[in-house]
């Protein structure tokens, strides 16, 4: 059986050298005689397992000591509400950027802990670009900055790690791993798994330090506490065991390709070949501002809306799967994340190219 183009903006494609080495240990992990989902979370081999992800993914990204790299559960969603129920530290405001579904989600949560300054949006550009650095309008009191690096949605994502005088904090669910980001530039860092790390059900926080531990005076649960998780090396309660591994194998991966660096390469290479398609087409569109314009996520319409069921069914039957835009903006999307081989954008550029010919 032929393994399919996958596009899908999450859960999204793995590659397939990591699905090979989780079947090979399947029934019968390094001879133990059983799964890595069937061991204790304290044993050997898992705490093995889990340190050695937790090595490998501060060898990629160059996380400094000073942080400590948690593996929770609850999805980035979750951040969405521990974030100000450990970072406020005593303050009662917090800066976000709304750029984005993903941005707005965040601002929603976090208005049931704090007052919300949302310092810009782009929503009356229906999220088609980022608001100008100079129309933000930061409060010098904010507990923190919070923005989207990458909207999976729209397809936008920032051109440079934004400066701000209060510990910046990013969701990089759908751009983390996808090039170099330079770690200490942040406060926290969040990313779901199920992009470009592993399957779902686990998500990394990457947190400095010294921004830990003021939770417990809000009488916040020790299970949304950062630093519960950190005392414990992210094994307080039972962690997501067989995704913690699995991400360790695309860790693993990805050092074999050349770490961040060589993927940025590739990404850049497969995202400008899409869009300098899209855009030489004449018949597919992409609405963002050429500079905003995402490496992971790449939406576009037809220029005849009719088709696009077509467009679905055409691409479905050879192949190109998960194709249809996310269902508040329509159109198509395709997820470009680093476990999409550069074959499988320029066989989609090629099926673009042939349905435009028939159908343009
Ligand atoms: C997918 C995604 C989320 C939500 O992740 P869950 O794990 O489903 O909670 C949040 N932010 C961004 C940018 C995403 O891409």
Redesign the pocket.
Same mark, same amino acid.
């Given at each position: 059986m032929a393994r399919v183009h996958n596009f899908c @903006?999450?859960p999204a494609a793995l590659p397939e050298a990591v699905l090979k080495q989780a079947q090979e240990d399947l029934l019968d992990f390094q001879g133990h005689g059983l799964s890595v989902m069937e061991m204790s979370h304290r044993s050997k081999e898992i705490v093995t397992i889990a340190e050695q992800a937790e090595q490998d993914l501060r060898d990629l990204m160059g996380i400094p000591d000073t942080y400590k790299v948690l593996f929770l559960q609850?999805? @980035?969603?979750?951040q969405f509400s521990m974030i100000p129920m450990n970072l406020l530290r005593g303050k009662t405001s917090a800066d976000y950027i709304n750029t984005g579904q993903?941005s707005k989600?965040a601002i929603k949560e976090a208005q049931r802990f704090c007052k919300v300054n949302v310092v810009a949006s782009s929503e009356e550009q229906s999220f088609s670009t980022v608001p100008a650095r100079s129309e933000w309008k930061l409060n010098s009191d904010a507990a923190y900055f919070h923005y $989207?690096h990458?909207? $999976?949605i729209g397809g936008v994502e920032f051109d440079k790690i934004p400066k701000v005088d209060v510990p910046l904090v990013t969701?990089l669910?759908?751009t983390i791993l996808s090039r170099p980001f330079d770690v200490s530039r942040f406060g926290l860092i969040y990313a779901?798994a199920?992009?470009n790390i592993g399957p @779902?059900g686990i $998500?990394v926080v990457i947190v400095r330090e010294d921004l830990m531990g003021a939770a417990a005076t809000n009488s916040v649960p020790s299970m949304f506490d950062y630093k519960t998780h950190a005392d414990s090396d992210s094994m307080y309660n039972t962690p997501p065991t067989f995704a913690w591994y699995l991400a360790g194998l695309v860790f693993k991966w990805l050092k074999a390709q050349g770490g961040v660096e060589a993927m940025a390469k590739i990404n850049q290479r497969k995202a400008d070949k899409l869009y300098g398609m899209i855009d030489g087409s004449g018949f597919y569109a992409n609405p963002v501002e050429p500079i905003y314009r995402s490496w992971m996520n790449v939406p576009f319409t037809l220029g005849d809306a009719s088709l696009d069921s077509e467009f679905l069914k055409q691409a479905d039957s050879n192949g190109f799967l998960n194709l249809k835009g996310h269902r508040s903006v329509g159109g198509m999307r395709a997820s470009i994340y680093n476990a999409v081989p550069e074959s499988s954008v320029d066989a989609l550029i090629g099926f673009m190219k042939d349905f435009e010919q028939n159908h343009g």
């Open positions: @903006a999450g609850g999805g @980035a969603s979750s993903w989600k $989207t990458n909207e $999976t969701d669910s759908s779901g199920q992009k @779902a $998500t």
